[in-house]
């Protein structure tokens, strides 16, 4: 309404996000996540997708090589505690957990990589998710899934993980005696008994929740080869 003068009336509408517990999912036509995004859409907190290489991507006009995709949400926990993030992918992929990257395989080829520990500590908000792709050709998959690691053993205790690859990525072996209250190997020329035959090229993780009174700490790792140490999901040694 209008009485004198100059008078408009506008009404616009944009795309802000699709709510918590789901992802805003973008597909992009080159593998930079580059430019405006070809398609943007909600899907469920479930990413599980795998694309036909004959039909490629329905949202991208049948794209079937050098695309990439974001998915990006707000998700919540059921408690506090220590996660780990799974990635499928065929090719590459990336892991960003309230800002800060978590797993890293942007890579011309398919696997299974499991993030390092991650610290949800107020379960009662929302935390930042965001999970990158990158098809190159052949085949594309992509799946996101995470749990909570340490509810396989109680506190104080570790849950022993084995892969048959020095960065932890494929197929993960749970330990003969998954649950162990300390970590004091020596497998010198041998090869553990979870990976039989597996004498070299082969990594090791272990996570689990510690009773430890407040006050200054050095950690200590003797290791050959290389060890990392991440706690309260800080990286404070890596060799």
Same mark, same amino acid.
């Given at each position: 309404?209008?009485?004198?003068?100059?008078?408009?009336?506008?009404?616009?509408?944009?795309? +802000?996000?699709?709510?918590?517990? /789901?992802?805003?999912?973008? =597909?992009?036509?080159?593998?930079?996540? !580059? $430019? @405006?995004? #070809?398609?943007?859409?909600?899907?469920?907190?479930?990413?599980?997708?795998?694309?036909?290489?004959?039909?490629?991507?329905?949202?991208?006009?049948?794209?079937?090589?050098?695309?990439?995709?974001?998915?990006?949400?707000?998700?919540?926990?059921?408690?506090?505690?220590?996660?780990?993030?799974?990635?499928?992918?065929?090719?590459?992929?990336?892991?960003?957990?309230?800002?800060?990257?978590?797993?890293?395989?942007?890579?011309?080829?398919?696997?299974?990589?499991?993030?390092?520990?991650?610290? +949800?500590?107020?379960?009662?908000? /929302?935390?930042?998710?965001? =999970?990158?792709?990158?098809?190159?050709? !052949? $085949? @594309?998959? #992509?799946?996101?899934?995470?749990?909570?690691?340490?509810?396989?053993?109680?506190?104080?205790?570790?849950?022993?993980?084995?892969?048959?690859?020095?960065?932890?990525?494929?197929?993960?072996?749970?330990?003969?005696?998954?649950?162990?209250?300390?970590?004091?190997?020596?497998?010198?020329?041998?090869?553990?008994?979870?990976?039989?035959?597996?004498?070299?090229?082969?990594?090791?993780?272990?996570?689990?929740?510690?009773?430890?009174?407040?006050?200054?700490?050095?950690?200590?790792?003797?290791?050959?080869?290389?060890?990392?140490?991440?706690?309260?999901?800080?990286?404070?040694?890596?060799?």
């Amino acid at each position: 309404m209008a009485s004198d003068g100059a008078a408009f009336a506008i009404l616009d509408w944009s795309f +802000v996000g699709c709510g918590t517990d /789901s992802f805003l999912v973008e =597909y992009f036509d080159n593998v930079f996540l !580059g $430019g @405006a995004p #070809a398609f943007v859409g909600c899907s469920t907190a479930t990413i599980a997708q795998t694309w036909n290489e004959q039909t490629g991507v329905p949202e991208m006009g049948g794209r079937a090589t050098n695309f990439a995709v974001r998915w990006t949400g707000m998700i919540s926990f059921a408690e506090r505690g220590s996660y780990q993030f799974m990635s499928q992918s065929d090719d590459g992929s990336r892991v960003y957990f309230d800002g800060d990257l978590v797993l890293d395989k942007w890579a011309e080829s398919g696997n299974t990589w499991r993030s390092s520990p991650v610290i +949800v500590r107020n379960p009662q908000s /929302s935390h930042s998710i965001i =999970y990158e792709f990158v098809q190159y050709s !052949g $085949g @594309a998959s #992509a799946s996101l899934s995470w749990d909570k690691g340490t509810d396989h053993c109680q506190q104080d205790q570790f849950w022993a993980q084995y892969f048959a690859s020095p960065d932890m990525s494929g197929v993960m072996t749970a330990a003969g005696t998954p649950c162990q209250a300390s970590i004091a190997y020596d497998w010198a020329q041998g090869a553990p008994l979870e990976l039989p035959g597996r004498t070299d090229h082969f990594s090791v993780r272990w996570m689990g929740e510690m009773a430890i009174a407040p006050g200054s700490y050095a950690f200590s790792s003797h290791s050959d080869d290389g060890s990392r140490i991440h706690v309260e999901g800080n990286l404070i040694l890596d060799r």
